[in-house]
């Protein structure tokens, strides 16, 4: 009885080993994934003519690049994002580009932008 409950168990193993890897070449999300290591990056952008700007192009540039866009209340948010250096650039039409070095270190960080609004630009 032993002995089938160890082979049973092997049988049990290896099927799941087997079905780990059939989950992982079909794309399948069956199986948990772990996450990347990594900090949050977060804020606002507002434009200096108005309140909150939608759709501003949040871009950080360094170890890696992330990039979102700003939702209707303005809010952005970058994720995994690997402490270091980096270039954050900020864009929305018809204000003028914003372009700051930052550091992301062993805690999420947030940041508020206003950016300078340029009629006709």
Do not use: W
Request: glycine fraction near 10%; charged fraction near 15%; charge should be neutral.
């Amino acid at each position: 009885m032993t002995r089938l409950r160890s082979i049973l168990a092997l049988a049990l193993l290896l099927c799941l080993a087997v079905a780990a890897g059939a989950a992982a070449s079909s794309g399948s999300t069956t199986f948990a994934v772990r996450a990347a290591a990594g900090q949050t990056v977060s804020g606002t952008v507002s434009g200096s003519d108005s309140g909150f700007l939608t759709g501003a192009r949040v871009t950080l540039e360094g170890k890696t690049r992330h990039q979102a866009t700003t939702d209707a209340d303005g809010r952005f948010t970058l994720t995994s994002v690997p402490s270091g250096a980096y270039a954050l650039t900020v864009m929305a039409p018809g204000h003028v580009p914003m372009e700051n070095r930052m550091e992301v270190g062993d805690t999420s960080v947030s940041v508020d932008i206003v950016l300078l609004h340029i009629p006709g630009l």
